[in-house]
C-alpha cells in the first residue's frame, strides 16, 4: 500500500493577503527563510514585526511575478504537467 504524505498548511503572511492551501490549493507558496538576517528584511519590507526564526513562514505566488523570480520555473511546470507533486517549501 502506498504511502500518503499529508500536506501541510499553510498561508500566506502578506498583510491582507488570504490565500491558504486549503482556499487555494493550485498556489505556489514560498518559504521564507529562518535566517535572521534575512527574515528581518522580509518583515520589513511587508510591514510586519520581526517574526521568530523558528516558526515557518509562507508567501504566495501572488506576490511575485513567478516567470521572473523563480530559477526553476520551467521544471515546476514541466513536473507539474506530469501530475507530479511539487511543493516549494
Known amino acids: 500500500m502506498e504511502e500518503v ?30 535566517d535572521a538576517k534575512i527574515r528581518k528584511q522580509w518583515c520589513k519590507v511587508m510591514r510586519r514585526d520581526n517574526i521568530s526564526p523558528k516558526s515557518c513562514l509562507y508567501c504566495c505566488e501572488d506576490h511575485f511575478n513567478v516567470k521572473e523570480d523563480t530559477e526553476n520555473y520551467i521544471e515546476y511546470n514541466l513536473m507539474k504537467e506530469q501530475g507530479e507533486n511539487v511543493l516549494y517549501g
Not at 500536506?7 to 491558504?20: D, G
Request: aromatic share 14%; glycine share 0%.
Open 5 to 34: 504524505k499529508k500536506l501541510s498548511y499553510k498561508y500566506c503572511i502578506v498583510p491582507k493577503c488570504t490565500n491558504t492551501t486549503r482556499k487555494t490549493p493550485d498556489k505556489v507558496f514560498f518559504r521564507i527563510s529562518s
